[in-house]
Protein backbone atom coordinates (compact mmCIF):
# COMPACT_ATOMS: atom_id res chain seq x y z
CA UNK A 1 0.00 0.00 0.00
CA UNK A 2 1.05 3.55 -0.79
CA UNK A 3 3.72 5.22 1.72
CA UNK A 4 3.68 8.83 2.23
CA UNK A 5 1.09 9.39 -0.59
CA UNK A 6 -2.54 11.13 1.06
CA UNK A 7 -5.55 8.59 -0.48
CA UNK A 8 -6.73 11.32 -3.06
CA UNK A 9 -2.98 12.37 -4.05
CA UNK A 10 -1.23 11.57 -7.14
CA UNK A 11 2.11 9.74 -7.79
CA UNK A 12 4.61 11.77 -8.90
CA UNK A 13 4.33 12.17 -12.49
CA UNK A 14 7.16 13.16 -15.05
CA UNK A 15 6.73 13.90 -19.04
CA UNK A 16 9.88 14.19 -20.96
CA UNK A 17 8.60 14.95 -24.72
CA UNK A 18 11.09 14.47 -27.45
CA UNK A 19 12.38 11.89 -25.68
CA UNK A 20 13.14 9.49 -28.91
CA UNK A 21 15.20 11.20 -32.09
CA UNK A 22 13.47 9.57 -34.83
CA UNK A 23 9.38 9.83 -34.59
CA UNK A 24 7.47 12.30 -35.57
CA UNK A 25 6.41 12.76 -31.59
CA UNK A 26 7.57 11.01 -28.65
CA UNK A 27 7.25 10.96 -24.62
CA UNK A 28 9.03 8.68 -21.65
CA UNK A 29 6.44 8.98 -19.10
CA UNK A 30 7.67 8.54 -15.14
CA UNK A 31 4.64 7.66 -13.29
CA UNK A 32 5.59 6.44 -10.09
CA UNK A 33 7.69 3.30 -10.55
CA UNK A 34 5.35 2.73 -14.28
CA UNK A 35 7.74 3.75 -16.75
CA UNK A 36 6.56 3.82 -20.40
CA UNK A 37 7.78 4.99 -23.74
CA UNK A 38 5.10 6.25 -26.32
CA UNK A 39 5.97 7.33 -30.17
CA UNK A 40 4.03 8.38 -32.78
CA UNK A 41 4.53 7.82 -36.85
CA UNK A 42 3.31 9.74 -39.65
CA UNK A 43 1.53 7.01 -42.53
CA UNK A 44 0.76 8.66 -45.46
CA UNK A 45 -2.34 6.27 -46.56
CA UNK A 46 -5.15 5.26 -44.24
CA UNK A 47 -7.13 2.20 -43.75
CA UNK A 48 -9.59 0.43 -46.83
CA UNK A 49 -12.37 2.06 -44.82
CA UNK A 50 -10.96 5.60 -45.16
CA UNK A 51 -9.67 6.08 -48.49
CA UNK A 52 -11.30 8.40 -50.96
CA UNK A 53 -12.87 9.86 -48.00
CA UNK A 54 -10.25 12.73 -46.65
CA UNK A 55 -10.55 11.55 -43.74
CA UNK A 56 -7.28 10.39 -41.75
CA UNK A 57 -6.57 7.67 -38.75
CA UNK A 58 -5.44 7.53 -35.23
CA UNK A 59 -4.39 3.75 -34.24
CA UNK A 60 -2.41 2.70 -31.35
CA UNK A 61 -0.69 -0.06 -30.17
CA UNK A 62 0.75 -1.18 -26.29
CA UNK A 63 3.14 -4.09 -25.30
CA UNK A 64 4.99 -5.10 -22.10
CA UNK A 65 8.58 -5.70 -22.89
CA UNK A 66 9.64 -9.18 -21.03
CA UNK A 67 11.70 -7.05 -18.19
CA UNK A 68 8.58 -4.65 -17.35
CA UNK A 69 7.02 -6.59 -14.48
CA UNK A 70 8.28 -8.99 -11.19
CA UNK A 71 8.33 -12.03 -13.64
CA UNK A 72 9.37 -12.20 -17.03
CA UNK A 73 6.80 -11.11 -19.79
CA UNK A 74 6.81 -13.18 -23.07
CA UNK A 75 7.44 -11.04 -26.06
CA UNK A 76 4.25 -10.89 -28.25
CA UNK A 77 4.74 -12.56 -31.25
CA UNK A 78 0.92 -12.22 -31.50
CA UNK A 79 -1.11 -10.40 -29.39
CA UNK A 80 -2.68 -11.36 -26.02
CA UNK A 81 -6.30 -10.56 -25.60
CA UNK A 82 -5.66 -7.82 -23.22
CA UNK A 83 -2.73 -5.99 -24.88
CA UNK A 84 -5.60 -6.10 -27.53
CA UNK A 85 -8.00 -4.48 -25.44
CA UNK A 86 -5.90 -1.85 -23.89
CA UNK A 87 -4.48 -0.90 -27.32
CA UNK A 88 -7.84 -0.44 -28.78
CA UNK A 89 -8.87 1.87 -25.70
CA UNK A 90 -5.78 4.04 -26.27
CA UNK A 91 -6.82 4.25 -30.01
CA UNK A 92 -10.48 5.16 -29.25
CA UNK A 93 -9.20 7.99 -26.33
CA UNK A 94 -7.29 9.78 -28.84
CA UNK A 95 -9.38 10.14 -31.63
CA UNK A 96 -11.85 11.04 -29.07
CA UNK A 97 -10.28 14.56 -29.32
CA UNK A 98 -9.41 14.69 -32.76
CA UNK A 99 -11.08 16.20 -36.17
CA UNK A 100 -9.99 13.35 -38.50
CA UNK A 101 -10.44 15.11 -41.01
CA UNK A 102 -8.19 17.64 -40.31
CA UNK A 103 -4.80 15.20 -41.16
CA UNK A 104 -6.12 14.32 -44.88
CA UNK A 105 -5.71 10.56 -45.76
CA UNK A 106 -2.79 9.84 -43.52
CA UNK A 107 -2.46 7.60 -40.30
CA UNK A 108 -1.14 8.65 -36.96
CA UNK A 109 0.58 5.05 -35.43
CA UNK A 110 0.70 5.79 -31.48
CA UNK A 111 3.21 2.90 -29.87
CA UNK A 112 3.16 2.59 -26.24
CA UNK A 113 5.86 0.20 -25.01
CA UNK A 114 5.59 -0.62 -21.51
CA UNK A 115 9.31 -0.66 -20.05
CA UNK A 116 8.38 -0.89 -16.23
CA UNK A 117 5.16 -1.91 -14.40
CA UNK A 118 3.47 -0.89 -11.20
CA UNK A 119 -0.01 -0.11 -12.27
CA UNK A 120 -1.74 2.05 -13.95
CA UNK A 121 0.43 1.27 -17.20
CA UNK A 122 -2.98 2.33 -19.50
CA UNK A 123 -3.64 5.56 -18.34
CA UNK A 124 0.01 6.64 -18.30
CA UNK A 125 -0.09 5.57 -22.25
CA UNK A 126 -3.12 7.44 -23.11
CA UNK A 127 -1.46 10.39 -21.36
CA UNK A 128 1.53 9.67 -23.02
CA UNK A 129 0.28 9.26 -25.65
CA UNK A 130 -1.54 12.24 -26.12
CA UNK A 131 1.79 14.46 -25.58
CA UNK A 132 3.42 12.32 -29.01
CA UNK A 133 0.36 13.26 -30.80
CA UNK A 134 0.70 16.98 -29.97
CA UNK A 135 4.50 16.68 -30.84
CA UNK A 136 3.59 15.21 -34.16
CA UNK A 137 0.62 17.26 -34.84
CA UNK A 138 2.88 20.20 -34.46
CA UNK A 139 5.65 19.18 -36.74
CA UNK A 140 2.91 18.38 -39.52
CA UNK A 141 1.11 21.92 -38.90
CA UNK A 142 4.51 23.47 -38.44
CA UNK A 143 5.66 22.03 -41.73
CA UNK A 144 2.35 22.83 -43.71
CA UNK A 145 1.46 19.41 -44.17
CA UNK A 146 -1.78 20.13 -42.69
CA UNK A 147 -3.89 24.00 -42.73
CA UNK A 148 -5.67 22.96 -39.55
CA UNK A 149 -5.07 22.11 -36.26
CA UNK A 150 -6.66 18.74 -35.40
CA UNK A 151 -7.13 18.43 -31.67
CA UNK A 152 -9.96 19.57 -30.31
CA UNK A 153 -9.03 19.62 -26.72
CA UNK A 154 -6.71 18.18 -24.02
CA UNK A 155 -7.56 14.92 -22.45
CA UNK A 156 -5.89 12.39 -19.87
CA UNK A 157 -6.77 9.45 -17.93
CA UNK A 158 -6.58 8.02 -14.55
CA UNK A 159 -6.92 4.77 -12.16
CA UNK A 160 -9.37 5.17 -8.94
CA UNK A 161 -10.64 2.46 -7.09
CA UNK A 162 -11.85 1.23 -3.57
CA UNK A 163 -9.36 -0.68 -1.61
CA UNK A 164 -9.87 -1.99 1.94
CA UNK A 165 -12.60 0.42 1.97
CA UNK A 166 -10.87 3.34 1.11
CA UNK A 167 -11.17 5.58 -1.95
CA UNK A 168 -8.20 5.98 -4.31
CA UNK A 169 -6.74 8.38 -6.43
CA UNK A 170 -3.93 6.45 -9.20
CA UNK A 171 -3.48 2.89 -8.11
CA UNK A 172 -0.12 1.29 -7.36
CA UNK A 173 0.29 -2.55 -8.72
CA UNK A 174 -0.29 -3.63 -4.98
CA UNK A 175 -3.22 -1.51 -4.52
CA UNK A 176 -4.53 -2.74 -7.78
CA UNK A 177 -4.33 -6.22 -7.19
CA UNK A 178 -6.41 -6.17 -4.15
CA UNK A 179 -9.14 -3.48 -5.11
CA UNK A 180 -12.60 -4.32 -4.17
CA UNK A 181 -13.04 -1.65 -6.72
CA UNK A 182 -10.93 -1.13 -9.51
CA UNK A 183 -11.95 2.08 -12.32
CA UNK A 184 -10.23 3.59 -15.23
CA UNK A 185 -11.56 6.86 -16.30
CA UNK A 186 -10.36 8.93 -19.27
CA UNK A 187 -11.71 12.62 -19.89
CA UNK A 188 -11.85 15.20 -21.83
CA UNK A 189 -10.74 19.22 -20.39
CA UNK A 190 -14.11 20.02 -20.82
CA UNK A 191 -15.34 17.20 -18.22
CA UNK A 192 -16.99 14.48 -20.90
CA UNK A 193 -16.18 10.86 -20.22
CA UNK A 194 -14.25 9.10 -23.01
CA UNK A 195 -13.55 6.01 -21.40
CA UNK A 196 -15.05 4.32 -18.25
CA UNK A 197 -13.72 1.01 -17.66
CA UNK A 198 -14.93 -0.10 -13.81
CA UNK A 199 -14.97 -3.84 -12.31
CA UNK A 200 -16.82 -5.22 -8.63
CA UNK A 201 -13.94 -7.59 -7.95
CA UNK A 202 -15.76 -9.14 -4.34
CA UNK A 203 -19.05 -6.96 -3.43
CA UNK A 204 -21.35 -5.13 -6.39
CA UNK A 205 -20.87 -1.34 -5.61
CA UNK A 206 -23.66 1.39 -5.18
CA UNK A 207 -24.33 4.52 -7.34
CA UNK A 208 -23.25 6.73 -4.63
CA UNK A 209 -19.77 4.72 -4.40
CA UNK A 210 -19.77 5.06 -8.52
CA UNK A 211 -20.07 8.86 -8.30
CA UNK A 212 -17.47 9.12 -5.32
CA UNK A 213 -14.75 7.13 -7.69
CA UNK A 214 -15.40 9.96 -10.74
CA UNK A 215 -15.15 12.97 -8.66
CA UNK A 216 -11.90 11.28 -7.38
CA UNK A 217 -10.82 10.32 -10.77
CA UNK A 218 -12.23 14.27 -12.31
CA UNK A 219 -9.84 15.61 -9.99
CA UNK A 220 -6.89 14.07 -10.49
CA UNK A 221 -7.70 14.31 -14.44
CA UNK A 222 -7.62 18.07 -13.53
CA UNK A 223 -4.19 17.78 -12.52
CA UNK A 224 -2.50 15.59 -15.05
CA UNK A 225 -4.01 18.26 -17.90
CA UNK A 226 -2.32 20.99 -15.66
CA UNK A 227 0.91 18.80 -15.96
CA UNK A 228 -0.04 17.83 -19.50
CA UNK A 229 -0.52 21.51 -20.58
CA UNK A 230 2.90 22.24 -18.89
CA UNK A 231 4.91 20.91 -21.21
CA UNK A 232 2.89 21.04 -24.55
CA UNK A 233 2.05 24.63 -24.20
CA UNK A 234 4.87 25.47 -26.76
CA UNK A 235 3.81 22.80 -29.37
CA UNK A 236 0.20 23.87 -29.10
CA UNK A 237 -1.16 25.17 -32.42
CA UNK A 238 2.10 24.40 -34.47
CA UNK A 239 3.66 27.85 -31.97
Known amino acids: MREGREDKELREIEFLPGYLKHPEGSCFVKWGNTWVICSVRVEEKVPPFLQGTGSGWVTAEYGMLPGSTNVRVSREYSQTGRSHEIQRMIGRSLRAVMNLEGLGERTLRVDCDVIQADGGTRMASVCGGFIALIEAVNKLY ?98
Open 142 to 239: RDRVITHWPIKEYIAGVSVGKVEGRFLLDLEYSEDSIAEVDMNVVMTESGRIVELQSTAEKVPFTTSELNTLLKLANQGIEEIIKKIKEETIHLWKGS
